[in-house]
């Protein structure tokens, strides 16, 4: 079992509806958990992180976590073509550095 | 402005050749990393360096080496013994200690080919 791991997509939405990306963990101490947006050919960006259970809203972006599933998740908002990229989720266990799932690719359809 | 520099942005290697890749930081952290990325791929732990003169393999580690004698710079070095050097290598930094949140801080990446 991977120790983070998304759907690698591609996940396809009309601009204006709601992308939802999932990611599951295996590790139950994890600590605390990012998302990163990557266009391609770039070097990832952090958009959000959360360290506890619940909703965390920034914005267009809302960042989900739930722990006793180990599931976090990612809710973008109103898509724009501008969203279109690949979505890594990392992992902090406290052991040395993020772990990183394979990334979900996401297309918003203009 | 802080942030993290890498060079080259390009690299092209001949086969038996090593190459190194450059890392310089001035976000004053004290954790530095090195991942790679393959297409499609998520990015996988190559070394880590939490302290000055201290380094840990990570994932995979081998056919790598790296050195930390400065706070702000962290070279990797891709050895001739790296079977499938080609790749987007990608160095990033971290506070430390209680104010770790684990959030890491990414360069803009370095793109080897191997010819």
């Known amino acids: 079992q991977k120790e983070v791991e998304q759907n690698s997509g591609p996940l396809s939405v009309p601009e204006g509806a709601i992308a939802s990306l999932n990611c599951t963990y295996s590790?139950?101490?994890?600590?605390?958990f990012f998302w990163y947006r990557q266009y391609s050919g770039k070097s990832p960006e952090l958009i959000m992180s959360?360290?506890?259970?619940g909703d965390k809203e920034d914005g267009r972006f809302t960042a989900q976590l739930n722990k006793a599933s180990q599931y976090v998740s990612l809710l973008i908002r109103v898509s724009l073509p501008s969203d279109s990229a690949t979505y890594l989720c990392?992992?902090?266990?406290?052991?040395?550095?993020?772990?990183f799932g394979s990334g979900t690719r996401l297309q918003v359809q203009p | 402005d802080g942030g993290i520099t890498q060079s080259p942005k390009y690299l092209f290697r001949k086969e038996g050749q090593n190459v190194t890749l450059s890392c310089e930081q001035n976000?004053?952290?004290?954790?530095m990393y090195w991942y790679r990325q393959d297409p499609g791929q998520g990015l996988r732990l190559i070394y880590y360096?939490?302290?000055?003169?201290?380094?840990q393999k990570g994932d995979i580690a081998e056919g790598y080496s790296v050195s930390r004698e400065k706070k702000e710079s962290f070279p990797l070095t891709v050895t001739s013994a790296q079977k499938n050097p080609t790749a987007f290598y990608l160095c990033?930094?971290?506070?430390?200690?209680?104010?770790?949140?684990?959030?890491?801080?990414f360069g803009e990446g370095s793109r080897l080919t191997v010819l």
């Open positions: 990033a930094s971290s506070l430390q200690g209680a104010r770790n949140t684990g959030e890491l801080f």
């Open positions: 590790d139950r101490g994890s600590q605390s």
């Open positions: 959360i360290y506890s259970n």
């Open positions: 990392a992992v902090n266990t406290g052991r040395r550095a993020l772990t």
């Open positions: 976000l004053n952290h004290d954790a």
């Open positions: 360096s939490q302290i000055v003169n201290d380094f």
